[in-house]
């Protein structure tokens, strides 16, 4: 395939909305997507509404942008209505799901791996005080997880498997289906940090059936730091009872009730205090529009750009450290480029914008908003900048 700028790209009809991306070339979505202009706004909107209605404000507007954030993602990933709250981050979401369950010894394991995301690590770590028993499945060769060996570590002891559905470093893209029967089959629950998969991955929820799926805004949605989201298999709300908890959980947080907690019937009962307003304000339009485009288109140009980023890395002789197969792909390209650390550094300086990992070296992204041009144009750039660093 040669260079493509002339491929016919209906998702570039989006790209006037983020205007950001001109001038730079923007290939870091897997840490932190473009601003769309509408996030302007409505930090605008939300200053102007805080100054000029008040303490109005909360009935008037903000007690509604939760859950219209919330039901945009319940649209993207096919979740039910209800089912989705919000909170800070993915670690905050997950230290909620993880205050709901008990950690007894008959069933007190916790399967997760080797290459999830240090922060959910560290949470899985803290739980050894609470009597869970946690099981690292390790990487094999090239970082890869093997879906076989996470089957294989889950067991009727097994009370959680935690994974991720895209590693964060080498962009694998685990093959859950059969890893979740099993965890159903040993009556298992299983949470699903989807973090790198959803806004670039099609993910829907009724298909692969966790009974807790975390994500947040920053990256592949366009939202900037600040929301953090908790799907929660609606079958299993009223059983739980988060002891991570707030008046906003409540089932009337304004009768301003001394206790015992009474939990809200649906997807609030996973809130806690206060929510963040701001930052759910700033973070809908992004994620309005991956909603807008869907899953499927979004994986269908990730799939073709990503592809096209692999061809020119063995033109180049470039080595790459994440998987080739589109049934393992996710949404970035890792180059392990000589001094890549070096190289990130140098192009960023000159408005290429992608990062550096250890151990996987250049972590690049298309998007969305990306044209075919810019791909070759960046593979190019990367070409330069590793010979001036040799
Ligand atoms: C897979 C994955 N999980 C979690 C996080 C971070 O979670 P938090 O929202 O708690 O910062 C990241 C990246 O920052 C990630 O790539």
Known sequence: MSSSPLVSDPLLAWRARFPSVEGVLHFASHTMGAMPAEAEAALAEYAATWSGRGIRAWPERWMAVPAEVASSLEQLVQASPGSISLHPNVTVAQAVALSCLEFTPERNRVVCTDEDFPSVLYLYEGLARRGAEIVRVAARAGRRIEEADLVAAIDERTALVALSHVLFRTAQLLGLDTVLARARAVGALSMVDAYQSVGIVDVDVRALDPDFLTGGSIKWLCGGPGTGYLFVAPRIHARLHPAITGWFAHEDPFAFDQGPQRLHAGERRFWNGTPCIPAYCASRPGIAIATEIGGEALREKS??????????????????????????????????????ERVCARLLASDVLLDFRPGVGLRLAPHHYTRDDEVDEVMSRIRVAVDAER
């Open 303 to 340: 799939l073709r750009l990503t592809g096209r980023i692999l061809e020119l890395a063995d033109e180049n002789g470039f080595t790459v450290g994440s998987p080739r197969e589109e049934s393992r792909r996710g949404g970035s390209v890792c180059l392990d480029v000589p001094n890549a």
